[in-house]
Structure formats: C-alpha cells, structure tokens
C-alpha cells in the first residue's frame, strides 16, 4: 500500500447535516491512515428524507470557509481539495450547474439519495429500511434506475455516487443486486465512459467493499478507467476505512489508476 498514491474522495464534516466531524478531525485522521490527497464532499440535497424541496443554490460560505483556513495546513503531508456530493440534481440540472460555478471547486459527486418526485421523493435510507416486501423492494431499484438514467444526461457530476446505495439499506433477506438492470447499468455506464466522467467505489465506512466486484468489473469491461476511491466517513474512525482491501479489488479487476481531480479534470495515478 505504501507505493500507491491514496486518495479518499468521499467523506463528510460537519458542514453536512449528518456528520459532527471537523475537517481538522478529518484531516488528521486520513493522513494517520497514510492518505496522500482528500477531497472534502459535503452534501447538498435537493430534498431530504420526506421528500420535501430543498434550496437548489447551495450556499458555499461555510464549505469554502473551513477549506480555505485548512488547505494549507499541512503542506507537503496531505493534499486537501474542495468538492461536493449533490444529492437529487436531477430535479433541477440549470440550477445545479450555475451553483457549481466556483472557481475553487475541483470535484463533484452526482448522486441519488431520495427517491424520484413521481414516487414521493421520500428518503432511500428511509424507504428501503421500511420494506417489508421483496416486491417493494424491486420497486425501489426500478425507481433508483430510471434516476440514474436520467442523472448522467445531466452535466452536475464528474462520478456517479455509490451506485450500489440502494442495496446498502434493503433487507438482506431480499437477496436483492443490480442483475435484474445490469442491461441498463451497462447503458449507464457506456454513458458515462463516452462524457469522460467516472464512478466511485465507496466503501461505506468498510462495510460494502464485496459489494462493488461485479459492479466494478461490469464498469472496466466496457472499458471504464475514471475511477475515485471513497470511504463516505462521516466521523474520524471511518477515514479510509477498508483501503486496503479496496484497493486490492482494484487491482484484481484490471484497473490500472486510481483518479483525483482539479479543476473538475481528472489526474490519473497509477496503482
């Protein structure tokens, strides 16, 4: 692991509703974890767990704010970048894109945290934990991936979010994946390989890293090679958690990069 450039490119502070963690906190953490290159990734929903709007101009002061008396804090030990995970862009792309307009913004994560509007737009979180049917659940996933279809004709995103969300949630005795869509996630994916951008594998504070192997080679297949590397932490001790075993995913699968960005562009390191 010491010859691989890492990089967490999804984790959350305290500038996200759910998450108490200072970016210092953050900081210290990943480079204690030896990470090379943060990019900090506060949400910006467009609705929240019942379904109700929310603003659609993000309000950058506080995120801009702690990055800018941090980024140089610990030069030449961490990179620190500024990004962002826009929750339900799809509801609104004009306003998403005109928000993104910041000059000191290098990464953007396009994902899918609320159902669509049609079906109530209530939380994923929420609605999948409230299934009691395995039925309910197919419903779910068809919902999340008419999202994604529409998600990436959008420009608001560099990489698609945990694609595997849903699943995160869902009761396990649903034995529910992505194989009954795998026709349409590989459009998606052709999709998103064609506009130059990429997909994250998101460890999910270590606890899906199994979970992205089909998923992941189904993306490199198609010849897929934009790829982030995140944890999703939300506290101190889930900073890159289960990197490792990541990575050696990874590599098992063909990939032969890791990416960061800057200015919405990624840099590729070799693994």
């Not at 659940?137 to 990489?159: F, I, K, P, Q, S």
């Not at 009954?180 to 997909?199: C, H, M, N, S």
Request: proline residues 4%; glycine residues 8%; contains cysteine.
């Amino acid at each position: 692991m010491d010859a691989v450039y890492l990089s967490d490119y999804h984790f959350h502070t305290r500038c996200s509703a759910d998450s108490t963690a200072t970016l210092a906190q953050q900081a210290k953490a990943a480079m204690a974890a030896g990470v090379r290159e943060l990019c900090v990734t506060d949400h910006w929903n467009l609705l929240d767990q019942q379904g109700n709007r929310l603003p659609t101009v993000y309000d950058w002061s506080r995120p801009l704010e702690q990055w800018k008396r941090l980024r140089n804090r610990w030069a030449g030990k961490i990179e620190l970048r500024l990004g962002v995970e826009v929750g339900n862009g799809v509801l609104d792309p004009a306003a998403v894109d005109a928000s993104l307009e910041l000059p000191e913004l290098d990464f953007v994560i396009g994902s899918l945290h609320s159902q669509s509007a049609a079906a109530g737009g209530r939380g994923i979180f929420t609605v999948a934990r409230g299934c009691t049917r395995r039925e309910e659940g197919a419903a779910l996933m068809e919902d999340y991936m008419d999202m994604l279809e529409e998600l990436v004709r959008t420009g608001g995103y560099d990489v698609l979010g945990h694609v595997i969300y849903p699943l995160r949630y869902l009761p396990k005795e649903f034995a529910l994946d992505l194989r009954p869509w795998w026709d349409r996630l590989a459009e998606i994916f052709r999709t998103v390989i064609a506009q130059g951008k990429g997909i994250e594998c998101n460890t999910s504070a270590g606890s899906t890293v199994e979970q992205w192997r089909d998923v992941l080679a189904l993306y490199r297949d198609l010849g897929g090679e934009v790829l982030t590397l995140g944890s999703d932490a939300h506290r101190p001790d889930h900073m890159a958690a289960a990197f490792p075993q990541a990575v050696e995913l990874i590599r098992s699968l063909g990939f032969r990069y890791l990416c960061v960005y800057r200015q919405r562009t990624p840099l590729f390191y070799a693994l």
